[in-house]
């Protein structure tokens, strides 16, 4: 018994020694302090290395390259090494005895040290991994699903299993942290309805705007990228972990969340602002041209004369060292800051000419429309471009890169069609969506105006197949059954074939789908009708209704947008009081969702519509607002901060004129005296025509002004002024004869004389031409800005006479007389 006792000790022995040797050789892996270190032990205790072992070896190696700065890693030398291949050969062997957290740290591990996805072990892993799936815990699950995601793996069935589990498991998930890797990990393969839930809960778990949150924020943005939806309760929230975050807004993070911004359409000046000040302060620190491009892309549009020129001079000097993508992106940002440095333009296309061939057609399609919006004239690089697009359609079997190859096309000087276009595009036609049709119709429209203005006979061609575009286009909008698909379609058809062919097809489509039309789709809806300009009262009356049944559904920055629609065409639903009402009610609730830029630009939408909701006034018409305002405008483009200041001259013209008890003052008179001072104007002939029957009809040109400006500067096109019995009043004797006028450029007269007193039962007229600009699209109705400044004259005490051009080019006024007879009526008529 003793001698049994003895031999069954010493097995027990040697195993316990193995054990403590074996978590001897774990606790000195886990404290090796550089890469040699692991090897050295990997090397001398091969035979004693568990799957334990191996997972921790990979592990620690990886964390050590993850201390180093991104320049310093050294990754090769690792993948390189003997024992790491060594390691890779024991995973490998072992994968099957891994725990299923070791399996997904190694993978996660050698995927970090950049081993190749299709290497042997990291399929072994893969494969072990999925054979888990079902009982792999929530953290392990979401570093499986993020391997799989940088593999490019998203469209597998096994990120669909993935995606189901998540389904299924989503309300127990109570980290924001392992949600966030989950829905950029899963975001190709999920429904509608789940997207929405994955928001919600997204929405519950980003907590408090803190910077803890900053890399959970990043990826919920990367999400609402992913699945293309501008979401703004959870981008704004996300942008205010962004602003409190500066610690973490490096050039590197600042770049991602300006790129994520600029595709789902979403801006915050505040953001700009800050990445503004961090930048400009760092400027100095950028030498190398992957930093310097992306410091050029992100200061470039916003900086100031001395920072802007400072780029350009830099970018212009380091232009032979950028590569294919930075030189994409240095064209770019120079079309969006309208810059027209033909020294900087000559050194890109210089550097062009080697790169050419090494886009791919998507990239060469954005920078042959970069190179003509920046005016390029270089013949050799377009005929190279033409030629390598040429290559590209002919190889395209992908509807829409042929679709937009061919609009491409039609950009470049001097392009005709020609056979190979016009087979190509015959062939796509029934692939083709709205939007890949108004591409193809707006190049054959552009070569069917150029073979007419050039004698080519080609022309044939291009309205034969414009004719099937046509029929194309009809066919798909009588087959559309959702408004969902419909209004994603047309997100992006705008021009003239739109405009002149399917325009009306395409709204009595929404008309027969009007039941879908919901509080979740009407803002697309809202920016639909706004761009066709068509007044539709069926659809207009359903979105006013969905949106007051919804009002604490639609969030403020998109009821804005709809009332922009109701403001523009000058429409009052029935129930219009209820509706402005509900709308302002949400909006002045939640004023703090908006910027002020944003503030400025819904008051004066309010304004044309006759609404002054007096929190919205005295929050702009303030003087840390509007100084915070002059802050925001210099991060703004151009373009948007001419219209938010000329937005912000209307609502206080406004105002002051509807809403004097408010006693706002007009502080505009600087701004419009410079506007109107650089601004010139000539004569057009219709007005040198109405100005000399105008001065028939009163007896001299004396008894009429032209182009006057009225107080808070409107501009109206003649002002005549009748006496009590009708008769004409004469302005300054020395009023200079139209014959004079004639031909000549002229400068507004700027000067607004306080107005004399009329004489007792005098009346004043504004006379004015109004053009199809001041209509509905093919109607008689006015537009809010029309209708506005109708209303703003006649507060000033005129009479207005408004003459539509459908009138003026009418067939009944088809002659002089006939024409003079309409002017005499419109002046002297009873009132």
Request: aromatic letters at 8%.
């Amino acid at each position: 018994m003793l001698c049994l006792r003895k031999v069954c000790l010493f097995p027990l022995r040697r195993y316990q020694a193995r054990t403590l040797s074996s978590d001897l050789l774990l606790s000195q892996i886990n404290n090796c302090t550089h890469e040699d270190e692991v090897f050295s032990l990997v090397g001398r205790n091969k035979a004693r290395l568990s799957e334990k072992h191996v997972g921790i070896a990979l592990n620690v190696l990886w964390q050590l390259q993850k201390k180093r700065p991104l320049l310093l890693r050294t990754s090769d030398y690792v993948r390189n090494h003997s024992q790491f291949l060594a390691l890779c050969i024991l995973a490998e062997n072992k994968v099957q005895h891994m725990e299923d957290e070791v399996i997904v740290d190694t993978l996660y591990s050698i995927q970090r040290l950049n081993v190749e996805d299709h290497d042997s072990l990291a399929e072994v892993l893969v494969t072990e991994a999925w054979k888990r799936l079902e009982r792999l815990s929530l953290p392990a699950l979401s570093k499986f699903a993020l391997c799989l995601y940088k593999q490019r793996r998203q469209f597998s069935p096994l990120i669909g299993k993935i995606a189901h589990i998540v389904d299924m498991k989503l309300d127990s998930i109570e980290d924001i942290r392992i949600l966030s890797v989950l829905m950029i990990s899963i975001s190709d393969v999920i429904s509608q309805s789940f997207r929405d839930r994955l928001l919600q809960k997204a929405e519950h778990l980003l907590g408090e705007e803190d910077e803890v949150y900053f890399n959970y924020a990043k990826r919920v943005t990367q999400f609402l990228q992913n699945v293309k939806l501008t979401y703004y309760p959870l981008l704004e929230k996300c942008n205010k972990i962004f602003l409190k975050s500066a610690s973490q807004l490096d050039l590197h993070n600042i770049s991602i969340i300006f790129g994520l911004y600029e595709q789902l359409g979403f801006d915050s000046a505040e953001f700009r602002l800050v990445a503004k000040q961090l930048l400009s302060e760092s400027i100095d620190d950028y030498h190398d041209p992957e930093t310097f491009a992306k410091l050029f892309f992100i200061l470039g549009p916003m900086a100031g004369s001395k920072v802007r020129e400072r780029l350009l001079v830099t970018a212009a000097h380091m232009a032979e060292e950028f590569s294919s993508h930075q030189v994409l992106a240095i064209l770019k940002t120079m079309q969006k800051m309208r810059c027209r440095n033909s020294h900087l333009l000559k050194k890109m296309v210089s550097v062009l000419h080697k790169h050419l061939d090494s886009y791919h057609v998507l990239q060469l399609i954005k920078l042959t429309q970069y190179l003509m919006l920046l005016r390029c004239h270089d013949p050799e690089l377009f005929a190279k471009l033409k030629m390598l697009l040429f290559g590209f359609l002919k190889s395209s079997v992908i509807s829409a890169d042929t679709a937009a190859i061919i609009r491409v096309l039609a950009l470049l000087p001097s392009s005709q069609v020609e056979e190979i276009i016009v087979n190509k595009a015959t062939a796509i036609l029934p692939q083709c969506s709205l939007y890949h049709l108004n591409y193809i119709a707006t190049a054959l429209v552009k070569w069917n105006h150029y073979d007419q203005l050039h004698w080519q006979n080609t022309s044939e061609l291009c309205v034969k197949l414009l004719q099937k575009i046509n029929d194309c286009g009809f066919q798909r909008l009588h087959k559309a059954g959702n408004v969902n698909l419909l209004l994603e379609e047309l997100t992006h058809v705008n021009g003239e074939w739109f405009q002149e062919v399917i325009r009306e097809e395409t709204v009595a489509t929404c008309q027969r789908l009007i039941d879908q039309i919901t509080w979740k789709n009407v803002l697309q809806l809202s920016f639909f009708l706004i761009k066709t300009n068509h007044r539709c009262p069926s659809l207009l009356d359903r979105i006013a209704s969905v949106t007051v049944e919804n009002t604490d559904k639609i969030h403020p920055f998109e009821m804005y947008s709809i009332l922009c629609l109701f403001s523009i065409l000058n429409y009052d639903p029935p129930g219009n009081e209820e509706f402005f009402d509900s709308c302002i009610q949400h909006l002045t609730s939640n004023l703090s969702c908006f910027e002020t830029h944003h503030l400025v630009l819904l008051g004066h939408v309010l304004a044309v519509a006759g609404y002054f909701p007096p929190a919205l006034i005295k929050t702009i018409f303030n003087v840390s607002f509007l100084s915070k305002l002059d802050a925001q405008l210099e991060v703004l483009s151009d373009t948007l901060k001419q219209r938010v200041r000329s937005r912000l001259m209307k609502l206080n013209r406004a105002v002051c004129l509807e809403c004097p008890e408010f006693h706002i003052p007009w502080f505009h008179e600087h701004y419009c005296h410079h506007s109107f001072y650089t601004g010139r104007s000539r004569i057009n002939p219709l007005r040198q025509h109405v100005h000399k029957m105008l001065a028939e009809i009163l007896g001299g040109s004396h008894y009429t002004r032209v182009s006057v400006l009225t107080p808070y500067y409107y501009e109206i096109d003649f002002e005549c002024i009748l006496d009590k019995n009708k008769k004409p009043l004469s302005y300054m004797p020395q009023n200079m004869l139209l014959s004079a006028l004639e031909g000549i450029h002229w400068r507004r007269d700027i000067k607004v004389e306080g107005r004399k007193a009329l004489p007792p039962g005098a009346q004043r007229i504004a006379l004015e031409l109004l053009d199809s600009k001041a209509f509905i699209k093919d109607s008689h109705h006015l537009k809010g800005e029309a209708a506005v400044k109708k209303r703003h004259l006649e507060m000033l005490g005129y009479r207005v006479i408004q003459i539509p051009h459908f009138e003026w080019n009418s067939m009944v006024l088809s002659t002089k007389g006939e024409q003079l007879e309409y002017l005499r009526r419109c002046i002297y008529e009873t009132q």
